[in-house]
């Protein structure tokens, strides 16, 4: 069955380390999207791209980037973690030609920065 | 602008209770929308999509364009309801895949 997974599920990382987050979708899906869930914010758009070599920003996307170099694949880059991206990471994706804007969505991955 | 509003961050209400999770939005053009559930510590997944005019697990949602609502119902809650609930909006028009959600509500169900 097509799916989509995320990892790691869990990180503990220190002020100024660089953390990359993976996300893996089987849907052979063109659209990819990162969001952060925080408490009082709901779910916040950081990245996203619409295939290979497409990656835009979000309204979150200082301290991020992403880079999109095959279908399957949108890893999360934070440059230099600080301790307010401590956040539940969820990765998404959708059919470019469905017709339809629903979105997949990953496990999530839960940052803690110290 | 596009925004959608939820206007309740918890709702609490007793087993068998009727339930309404407010969702409002903001969107000039022909919206899509939709609503999320997220069970404790899992994903998000999709519970109804106003397209498809469905019941969910006994959950229904439709889409007012003159009060540009989408309020999610219930008319008996069950405690496996307890929950977060999202709304989202698309641009249906566009196809860019792009979802505005609501900051979300925690559904409580008490026994």
């Known amino acids: 069955d097509a799916e989509i997974t995320q990892s790691p599920r869990h990180k503990i990382t220190e002020t100024g380390r660089q953390v990359t987050l993976a996300c893996h979708q089987t849907w052979n899906h063109n659209n990819m999207f990162w969001y952060r869930q925080d408490l009082g914010h709901g779910l916040r758009l950081i990245h996203y791209s619409y295939g290979v070599q497409d990656t835009n920003k979000g309204e979150v996307s200082d301290g991020y980037s992403v880079s999109r170099s095959n279908t399957e694949d949108l890893p999360l880059t934070l440059e230099s973690a600080a301790s307010s991206q401590t956040s539940v990471y969820f990765c998404?994706?959708?059919?470019?030609?469905?017709?339809?804007?629903?979105?997949?969505f990953g496990p999530g991955t839960r940052l803690t920065v110290l | 602008a596009q925004r959608v509003t939820q206007p309740e961050k918890l709702l609490s209400v007793f087993k068998g209770a009727p339930v309404e999770l407010k969702c409002n939005y903001s969107y000039s053009g022909s919206p899509e929308l939709f609503w999320y559930v997220q069970y404790s510590r899992q994903r998000l997944q999709l519970l109804l999509r106003h397209i498809s005019r469905e019941s969910i697990k006994g959950f229904t949602a439709d889409l007012n364009k003159g009060e540009t609502s989408f309020h999610l119902k219930k008319p008996f809650a069950q405690e496996e309801d307890s929950a977060m609930y999202y709304c989202?909006?698309?641009?249906?028009?566009?196809?860019?895949?792009?979802?505005?959600f609501g900051q979300g509500t925690t559904l409580q169900v008490k026994p």
């Open positions: 998404a994706s959708s059919d470019s030609g469905g017709g339809s804007n629903e979105q997949f």
């Open positions: 989202a909006l698309s641009a249906s028009s566009s196809n860019t895949g792009k979802l505005i």
